[in-house]
């Protein structure tokens, strides 16, 4: 008996060793942790690098085949001309074009006023339908009925409805933003995980609270998605509202370089619109790692 009680004690102080090794390794391991986290930050700042290697190898193929002769000049001037007509703009005040920093502020004013009425809408509207049987066979028909339409050729009605100013032009954003955003929020409110609104009910969370801590998180993802996709449209609408009866913006200064055959104010006005674009769905994406760090894609 005594060397049985021998044995369980030595046993048990092994278990209590490894134990304790265990819980020193424990202890020791969140070290890594920090040296971790800068690593995957400098990868995400190098990813964000390597997405720009295809665009200027784009534009220095472009410049060599423009100095080579390939490509008529009067066609499709080369980027060092471009360069140098953005510079014109910025740093004089053309009696044509006015300046370039004003054309573009106009243009982000519409955009924004736009983007904001467009997308409000969107939201309230995918709520209203997203939440009750009523509201979608209220709303969703409508909507499906929109979205079919030709978005650009309601121009002209917009013109002889609204008349020639800002309205047509703002509707026109509104409209090409709202459509996108309201299909995908409406999808992520229908997505939501229904055990999700079980536990809910078992929580005895209000309607608000549900809303509000489970069906709102629960369509995010697939929010965002729609939101990156309105930006797009919105853009795109832009351009066009832009050239119908415009006298400031973006899209004005395009129709005033089209009359006087100038290619290259054409396309500094063009890369204004691309390079503003990638900015806001730059936004976006930024905004949507932040919302969405919890998960987890295939890539990591």
Do not use: C
């Amino acid at each position: 008996m005594p060397e049985a009680a021998d044995a369980g004690l030595a046993t048990l102080q092994e278990g209590r060793d490894e134990a304790a090794g265990l819980t020193s390794a424990a202890v020791d391991g969140p070290y890594s942790g920090p040296a971790s986290a800068p690593t995957a930050r400098s990868r995400r700042r190098h990813r964000g690098w390597y997405r720009l290697i295809s665009p200027v190898a784009v534009v220095a193929l472009w410049q060599l085949l423009s100095s080579a002769g390939l490509i008529p000049a009067d066609k499709l001037p080369p980027p060092t001309t471009v360069w140098h007509t953005a510079v014109s703009l910025v740093t004089s005040n053309s009696p044509a074009y006015g300046t370039l920093q004003h054309a573009m502020l106009v243009s982000l004013e519409r955009m924004a006023v736009g983007f904001t009425v467009g997308g409000s809408i969107a939201v309230l509207l995918a709520l209203v339908a997203g939440l009750s049987r009523l509201g979608e066979n209220a709303v969703d028909p409508l909507l499906q009925i929109v979205r079919m339409l030709p978005l650009f050729g309601l121009i002209p009605v917009f013109i002889v409805w609204f008349g020639i100013g800002e309205l047509p032009k703002i509707i026109l954003i509104a409209l090409g933003a709202a459509i996108p955003l309201y299909l995908n929020t409406f999808a992520g409110i229908r997505g939501v995980d229904a055990k999700l609104a079980e536990v809910g009910r078992v929580q005895r969370l209000t309607r608000a609270e549900t809303i509000r801590h489970i069906v709102l998180p629960g369509a995010l993802p697939q929010a965002l998605t729609g939101l990156r996709q309105s930006l797009g449209v919105a853009w795109l609408a832009l351009v066009v509202a832009e050239q119908v009866n415009a006298n400031a913006g973006l899209g004005f200064m395009i129709s005033q370089a089209t009359q006087f055959l100038r290619n290259d104010v054409i396309l500094v006005a063009l890369a204004v619109y691309a390079v503003l674009g990638l900015i806001t769905d730059a936004l976006v994406r930024l905004l949507e790692r932040r919302a969405l760090a919890w998960r987890r894609g295939i890539l990591g």
